[in-house]
């Protein structure tokens, strides 16, 4: 991490008006980006709000660095390398004029948050730079990046277990029990976006499916991929990650009552947004080829109504 300089470095202190932009920036960035996340954000105290809102425009704009076609491989990861380490001088307080940075910087101070935990952020966007790059050199035939379904889990902890430690750090809880429910909700999330998102990423050459799930289903990655794929053929292994899911949001629902209360609707409405998805995708028996499976925003909006009458009651 770097650090100030000299014998008394002067602790930069942004002024409250500052913060207040800077946190609306933040928020703008959120809301335009976030499509099921904000509506959890929403349902907050506007000080958790904003401080969530933080966080999202920092792992935006990890994801932004590792998704920017127009640089190499190489140039991404300076380039991320870079902005972590302009993040690390703005937590030990040095100068910086970066609304995102001003308002995570301000987060991290109130809710304490783990600057290791803020570094896996970043450090999971960066696994999906090195696959790409992986890929990249033999596009011609998709090959799944995890042998088994243990080492997919990992890749999920760094980019979606993480979120969901950094979120109850910022929800508040005390039973250290959290933690572990919190990982196991946040791969909940993950492994939906995966079956969701199974078409456009094997589109690219990312398999995320393990390859003992598609071997015990006799499958094998190029079977994802093109414009032909037998849904018929691969629901059964669809169906089993969503199983994996709903067996960790169950672990969801036994963490909402260890979250500070003013926080617990918002689980409830996160939580249930990313579960009514996958029953949607069930519903159409995994078929998430012929178009892009979503809830629509009236389904989203009613979730959220459920929620803030949650938070009045």
């Known amino acids: 991490m770097s650090t100030a300089v000299g014998n008394a470095p002067v602790q930069f202190a942004p002024t409250a008006s500052q913060l207040h932009m800077a946190y609306s920036v933040c928020r703008s960035i959120a809301r335009s980006a976030a499509k099921n996340f904000y509506y959890g954000f ?11 809102s933080a966080v999202y425009a920092f792992m935006r704009r990890c994801d932004d660095i590792a998704d920017d076609n127009a640089l190499t491989y190489e140039d991404r990861h300076n380039k991320l390398a870079e902005w972590l380490d302009k993040v690390h001088r703005a937590l030990a307080a040095q100068p910086t004029d970066d609304p995102v940075l001003l308002a995570l910087t301000d987060a991290q101070r109130v809710y304490q948050i783990p600057i290791g935990l803020l570094d896996q952020l970043a450090f999971g966007t960066a696994a999906d730079l090195d696959y790409g790059q992986l890929e990249s050199s033999n596009s011609a035939v998709p090959v ?40 196991r909700c946040g791969l909940a999330f993950q492994l939906t976006n995966i079956i969701r998102d ?47 899911a709903r067996d960790c ?58 929620g803030m009458l949650k938070r009045l009651v």
């Open 144 to 183: 799944p990046r995890y042998q088994t379904f243990e080492e997919l889990q990992k890749y999920c902890y760094g980019v979606a277990s993480v979120v969901g430690l950094v979120c109850i750090k910022i929800f508040g809880y005390r039973d250290p029990s959290a933690e572990v429910l919190a990982e």
């Open 42 to 52: 929403a349902v907050l105290p506007r000080r958790k709000r904003n401080a969530l």
């Open 249 to 306: 949001y169950r672990a969801g629902e036994e963490l909402i009552p260890l979250v500070n209360e003013d926080s617990q609707p918002a689980l409830w409405v996160l939580i249930t947004i990313y579960r009514r998805l996958l029953e949607k995708i069930a519903a159409k028996q995994y078929d998430v080829f012929s178009e892009r499976v979503r809830l629509s925003v009236p389904e989203k909006l009613t979730v959220l109504g459920k």
């Open 198 to 244: 199974v078409k456009e990423d094997a589109a690219v050459g990312r398999i995320y499916f393990p390859q003992e799930d598609l071997t015990q289903f006799g499958l094998s990655a190029a079977d994802l991929a093109g414009p032909n794929v037998d849904v018929a053929r691969l629901r059964p292994m669809l169906a089993l990650e969503a199983d994996r």
